[in-house]
């Protein structure tokens, strides 16, 4: 007869199997731990890696040609870009695509983007026409010549119009029904220097000057014409004055935050529904160039300082300082280039540029592209990616990617 399989009963300590258990369940918490400390390293190792890479080169993924009327001017807008002239405008993307094409007759024509909507007016004329992405919204034909206008992100438009010597200030919806009028008299409030309205249409800022026996004054008057406007008298919700100071043009970056550019001083306003005055930058000497975004407000000086090239000598610089909107500072930067425009990419880089260069600076002050073309180059637009862009050139479109 086979043997039979000997069993034996092994007596275990509760208490150390306890103790090998929190043991093992420790070491996979580290070995958790150190792989998610190592994704953060890597991470942050690529992050920091796109941050401060520089480019001097790129590759052209696509280039369309272009035909274009003397004085066209370029807007960054929606997928592509809105280009417009005294004889219309045209709304594209990189690839050529044409979302619409608005013919008019302007003689001087300027245009406002909010979000979706775009105005383009005849400065000095009385035409406005209101676009969103699908095409004309709405005609405006105005009483008096328009001296500036300002849109919001449902269509509605500020106009500020001159006539006889005298300023008026009208609000339409994008069909043109008149929803404000207001007159501002020359002898007793200044004159207009700049409006502006807030994103939603509800608010809107007016840039006054007034000049009494040879001393100068800036007087920023703030409307609401929500509920909370109602309740005051011509909807205005507040009035600051600034003796000394000329305030040229003014901005809500959006809903919430306006900001008021003076020539000694940026005023910084803050109020979901009364703006009030809450932050002052000063400025030291002459501003060159002032540009914005949602997020930031950059100032730009003429500055001496040593040039890069050459540590022997020292030629014209100038000195760039960026600051969010809430009055922190972000970066200074000098920068030798004799620049034409700057402005804001929108995916918050800086651009810097003339008819032949481009330097693009991120807010960590990296000069992440520099470059110099042979052909005229007209403007830069961001496509959205980390390293793709438009380049609108003479005669053509090209989408291109950094290298």
Not at 44 to 51: A, D, E, N, T, V
Request: proline share 2%.
């Amino acid at each position: 007869m086979a043997d039979k399989t000997q069993f034996r009963t092994i007596e275990t300590d509760e208490e150390e199997l306890n103790t090998k258990i929190r043991k093992h369940r420790l070491k996979i918490i580290k070995i958790i731990l150190l792989l998610l400390a190592l994704a953060v390293v890597a991470a942050l190792g690529i992050f920091f890696f796109q941050k401060l890479r520089k480019y001097n080169s790129y590759t052209v993924e696509k280039s369309v040609e272009r035909q274009d009327t003397a004085g066209s001017q370029f807007l960054a807008y929606g997928n592509g870009f809105i280009k417009y002239s005294n004889d219309g405008a045209i709304y594209t993307d990189a690839n050529d695509e044409v979302y619409w094409n608005q013919t008019y007759e302007m003689k001087e024509p300027m245009a406002d983007v909010c979000e979706d909507y775009v105005a383009l007016a005849d400065k000095g004329g009385t035409e406005i026409y209101i676009m969103n992405q699908a095409g004309m919204q709405g005609k405006i034909e105005t009483p008096m010549n328009i001296s500036g206008i300002s849109v919001a992100n449902q269509g509605v438009v500020a106009v500020w119009m001159e006539s006889d010597g005298e300023n008026y200030i009208r609000m339409y919806d994008k069909n043109g029904k008149n929803l404000v009028s207001g007159a501002f008299y020359t002898e007793k409030s200044g004159y207009p220097l700049d409006i502006s309205l807030c994103n939603d249409g509800k608010k809107l800022a007016v840039s006054m000057l007034t000049v009494n026996n040879g001393e100068v004054c800036s007087t920023i008057k703030c409307y609401n014409f929500g509920s909370v406007g109602q309740n005051e008298i011509d909807y205005m919700v507040g009035s600051f004055d600034y003796p000394d100071v000329i305030i040229p043009q003014i901005e809500f970056t959006d809903n919430n935050r306006l900001v008021a550019f003076g020539d000694s001083k940026i005023i910084l306003f803050s109020g979901t529904q009364k703006p009030e005055p809450d932050d002052e930058i000063a400025l030291n000497q002459e501003i060159k160039s002032v540009f914005t975004s949602e997020n930031y407000i950059g100032i730009i000086y003429n500055n001496d300082v040593q040039a890069e090239s050459d540590t022997e000598s020292t030629e014209e610089s100038r000195h760039m300082e960026i600051y969010n909107t809430g009055g922190k500072h972000v970066l200074s930067k000098d920068f030798t280039m004799d620049y034409e425009n700057v402005d804001f990419l929108g995916n918050g880089e800086i651009c810097i540029r003339n008819a032949t260069e481009c330097q693009i600076y991120n807010t960590y002050g990296v000069k992440k592209f520099s470059y110099t073309f042979d052909t005229p180059l007209y403007d830069v637009i961001s496509d959205g990616s980390q390293n793709g862009y438009i380049f609108i050139m003479e005669g053509t479109t090209e989408k291109v990617r950094l290298k």
